[in-house]
């Protein structure tokens, strides 16, 4: 295994942060900027891009085929 170290930016701040078991919030610099990031999705501030085909008027069902 190698020795180098992988740091990444936080998403939320920009912060390094060193990709490694003890980064526990990675690839976040805290908890604090996790939630932050977290919020964004829930207020769909961010989001995936879709093609338009799925609607929410479109019947769903968990039922198994």
Excluded: H
């Amino acid at each position: 295994m190698s020795d180098d170290i992988i740091l990444v930016s936080c998403p939320t701040c920009g912060a390094e942060v060193k990709w490694e078991p003890q980064s526990k919030f990675r690839p976040f610099c805290s908890k604090r900027c996790q939630l932050i990031d977290l919020g964004e999705w829930a207020e769909e501030g961010k989001f995936i891009p879709s093609d338009g085909q799925i609607t929410d008027s479109d019947d769903w069902s968990e039922d198994k085929y």
